[in-house]
């Protein structure tokens, strides 16, 4: 049965409850059904992908003939979407039509970094020479390699060319170290390759989903949760481990509210039960699997009744999910995560889950995770990099060494002299480009971040919208939105290999450049004229798109290409013999990566601190109508849902004596207190030892009219930061915080 968009809907706005849907925010959610009146308007169709996620689904933008953008719809061939785009694609018309945006160059003239009530209005020739100056005086001084780059987005490729012909690869992307970093380096310690984007989970098939955490129908991540919906509906099983009642709970045959940071005992005492009880797939890790021995012999104390004290779970239902998956392998699948920087052990935590899947025989099976295919695109023509002299990887030896991405956090860190007192450590970075990251909002400690910045010699920020970020920096350059510009083509594995393309569907807004043309640009005027031997981007997917039997006018009509394969080749075939890129080319349930240095070869459960009496364990997530910070001040998502609120148990605020709707300040651990005031929900769906907020509220910007000072921001309260050795990525989910029932402010100044 297919599930029609009313249903999809219900799933996606399930984790809204009490957020009032106006009549303008439903026909934002729905009108793309209304294909008549699409032909009635006689509107224009131009292909596009959504940039309001990383989901990166595939559309296309309706345009009448004035050139208003009437509305965004998914396209019908796109696997990340199936035709389908989620509440937050939908109203990514708004981030164009933001009254709000940055419209030209900004260059601060005068005052101290951070003082942004200084910046003025330039000419882009003038902000890009400014820029090239700066970037040559680092390079001088310091190496080339001293300029870094934070990019989250489209722009990352543009700029990153640019800056690996200036000389460093110092590019770094807050979707590792903040997000999916430690999932990364656990699963490629155990399978030989990481999970990637979008998740090959064959979740179609499945019988038996288990959400560690993951809060699908909240993370609206598109194609995933149209397969959740799915699995709902035929009646699939779904265990989700979550101290919160999320909305995928809701939908749970098995729902565990698990104490906070406990997840390695429950997912060792599954490994403990699926061994001794004889439930794997004996078949399956005979054949491929590495140090199955010692792992029954590493788990032997791990009983239910172990886990049961750490996790508060009761030993019966720990059983019962277990019997769950065992009945449903192998098309089973523990679902590997996606922002699992939790409590600094979180490569650990990933480990568990990718032996759990592999004693499952879950991975490359059908209802378990499918062997996923990315098309090759040729490469257009340009002279290779220059060979940087240092990385950032020389400022912390030893440290991090299994992570494959840059860590963002290393960067900014590598940018505060005082943190380089390692010997040997020699990079010390000097100036950042900062591309579609709001890194005041992303990175957790901003007073680290705002060290970092002060360190600088210079910063440029390139966004659309005036952001905390741009107001710390030199120069701001206005980028156009996704709808009004080209971008390198999407290129992502999924079940069958696709290219998509972007592409304007109207005239770029004010005076906003798109980022292929900001750093060919930039290069130009530094000097790099050998790496933008083009003159515009189109020649660049012309040329691509020839290399693989298509062309840029083939993609302008049909936005995106598909290319055959067989369903056979999406899963092992049986008895297939399967070379794993691990040191034993097996499955590894003991790794040897991890030995060789010098970390826990099987994943160790380590006790972490609970809250203090009076605190309550900061708990944060994804409402279904927002993206992080980015959509915060966009009209139409705004009106959706304008503030976040936090989450209180009815006996904690029975205590307190809150009341639902009333406004307090939240203050951590490290006496921190919140910008700004939120409000409070009480709920039994939290536990009574935390409370949660949506991540991206509480701007401080002044300028986002609709978005400033409304809720509370979760990453002013996130100061104790619990970095994973392994992977870099920075565990968030170790700070505590009190309620403030008076505005501390007022009292300051009385
Ligand atoms: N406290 C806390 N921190 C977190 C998280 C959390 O839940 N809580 N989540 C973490 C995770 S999982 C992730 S992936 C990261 C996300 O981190 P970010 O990607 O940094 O998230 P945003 O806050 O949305 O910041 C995006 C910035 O890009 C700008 N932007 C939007 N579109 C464009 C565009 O087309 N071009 C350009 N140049 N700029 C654009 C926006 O205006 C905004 O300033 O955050 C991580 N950090
Ligand atoms: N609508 C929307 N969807 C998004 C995004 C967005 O901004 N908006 N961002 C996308 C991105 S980049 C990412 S990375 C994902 C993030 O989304 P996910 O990877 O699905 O989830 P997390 O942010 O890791 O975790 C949030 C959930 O973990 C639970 N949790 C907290 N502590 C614990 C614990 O100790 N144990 C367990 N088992 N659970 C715990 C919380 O209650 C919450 O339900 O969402 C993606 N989808
Ligand atoms: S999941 Fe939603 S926001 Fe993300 S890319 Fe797809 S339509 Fe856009
Ligand atoms: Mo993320």
């Not at 219900?10 to 439903?26: N, P």
């Not at 699409?38 to 990383?54: A, G, I, S």
């Not at 399956?284 to 788990?299: C, I, R, S």
């Not at 959509?631 to 006996?651: F, H, K, Q």
């Amino acid at each position: 049965m297919k599930t029609t968009r009313r249903q999809f809907i219900k799933i996606s706005s399930l984790g809204a409850a009490g957020v009032a849907f106006t009549s303008q925010s439903v026909n934002l959610m729905y009108n793309q059904t209304s294909t008549e009146k699409t032909d009635d308007l006689k509107l224009n169709r131009t292909p596009t992908y959504c940039e309001v996620c990383f989901w990166k689904c595939a559309g296309w933008v309706h345009t009448d003939k004035e050139g208003n953008v009437r509305k965004i719809t998914g396209n019908d061939d796109d696997q990340h979407s199936n035709g389908r785009f989620c509440p937050r694609g939908t109203g990514g018309i708004g981030m164009y039509y933001d009254e709000n945006r940055l419209k030209k160059p900004l260059i601060r003239r005068k005052g101290e970094r951070g003082e942004s009530e200084y910046f003025e209005e330039a000419s882009w020739d003038e902000a890009i020479e400014l820029i090239a100056k700066n970037m040559n005086e680092v390079k001088e001084k310091y190496g080339a390699e001293c300029v870094a780059l934070f990019t989250h987005g489209s722009g990352g490729k543009h700029f990153g060319h640019m800056l690996k012909a200036f000389g460093s690869s110092n590019i770094a992307a807050p979707s590792f170290a903040q997000c999916r970093g430690p999932r990364e380096v656990g699963f490629e310690a155990t399978f030989g390759s990481g999970v990637g984007s979008p998740e090959p989970l064959d979740i179609r098939n499945t019988k038996c989903l288990v959400l560690i955490g993951s809060h699908l129908g909240e993370n609206m991540h598109n194609g995933q949760v149209q397969e959740m919906s799915q699995l709902i509906e035929r009646n699939g099983t779904i265990i989700t481990v979550d101290p919160r009642f999320s909305t995928a709970a809701s939908k749970s045959k098995i729902w565990l509210p698990i104490r906070p940071a406990t997840d390695i005992a429950l997912l060792l005492s599954w490994i403990h039960i699926l061994i001794y009880e004889n439930l794997y797939d004996k078949e399956y890790v005979d054949k491929y699997a590495y140090g199955f021995e010692d792992l029954k012999e590493y788990v032997k104390d791990f009983t239910p009744e172990w886990a049961a004290i750490e996790t508060s779970l009761e030993p019966h239902k720990i059983r019962e999910a277990a019997y769950e998956m065992a009945n449903a392998s192998p098309a089973v699948i523990v679902h590997p995560g996606r922002h699992v920087t939790w409590y600094g052990d979180d490569t650990q935590r990933s480990r568990a889950i990718a032996i759990l899947n592999a004693i499952l025989g879950s991975y490359g099976r059908r209802g378990g995770f499918y062997i996923a295919e990315k098309y090759k695109v040729p490469k257009f023509p340009a002279p290779k990099y220059p060979k940087p002299r240092r990385t950032w990887r020389d400022a912390f030896p030893g440290k991090y060494t299994l992570a494959k991405e840059v860590v963002s956090s290393g960067i900014c860190d590598a940018t505060i002299p005082l943190n380089l007192t390692t010997p040997g450590n020699t990079c010390n970075i000097k100036a950042w480009i900062v591309n579609g990251t709001n890194l005041i909002a992303t990175l957790p400690n901003i007073e680290n971040t705002l060290s970092a910045i002060q360190h600088l010699e210079f910063m440029v920020v390139v966004d659309t919208m005036p952001m905390e970020i741009t107001g710390w920096a030199d120069v701001v350059l206005p980028e156009n939105t996704y709808i009004e510009r080209y971008d390198m083509l999407r290129v992502a594995k999924h079940r069958k290999p696709a290219v998509a393309l972007r592409m304007p569907a109207v005239e770029s807004k004010y005076d906003s450049k798109p980022a292929w043309w900001i750093a060919k640009k930039l290069g130009e005027e530094l000097g790099l004229n050998d790496y933008f031997k083009y003159e515009s981007i189109e020649e660049i997917l012309d040329y691509q798109l020839k290399g693989i039997g298509s062309s840029l006018a083939e993609m302008q009509k049909i936005g995106v290409k598909t290319f055959e394969r067989s369903y056979d080749d999406l899963y092992y075939k049986d008895g297939e013999d399967i070379e794993f890129k691990t040191a034993t080319g097996k499955i590894e349930l003991y790794s040897i990566a991890l030995e060789q240095e010098g970390f826990d070869p099987f994943p160790k459960y380590t006790k972490h601190p609970q809250p203090e009496e009076g605190y309550y364990r900061l708990n944060y997530g994804r409402a279904p109508m927002h993206t992080f910070s980015r959509t915060t001040n966009n009209p139409y998502l705004a009106d959706l849902m304008d503030e976040n609120s936090v989450w209180i148990n009815p006996t904690v605020a029975n205590e307190w004596g809150l009341e639902n709707g009333q406004r307090i300040w939240l203050q951590n651990q490290d006496g921190i207190i919140s910008s700004f005031s939120i409000k409070v929900r009480i709920t039994e769906r939290i536990r009574f030892d935390s409370v949660y907020m949506v991540h991206g509220f509480g701007h401080t910007n002044k300028d986002l009219k609709r978005a400033y000072g409304r809720g509370a921001a979760d990453t002013e309260m996130i100061t104790n930061v619990m970095t994973d050795p392994i992977s870099g990525g920075t565990g968030m989910r170790g700070n505590f915080v009190t309620f403030l029932t008076d505005d501390p402010r007022e009292e300051a100044e009385a």
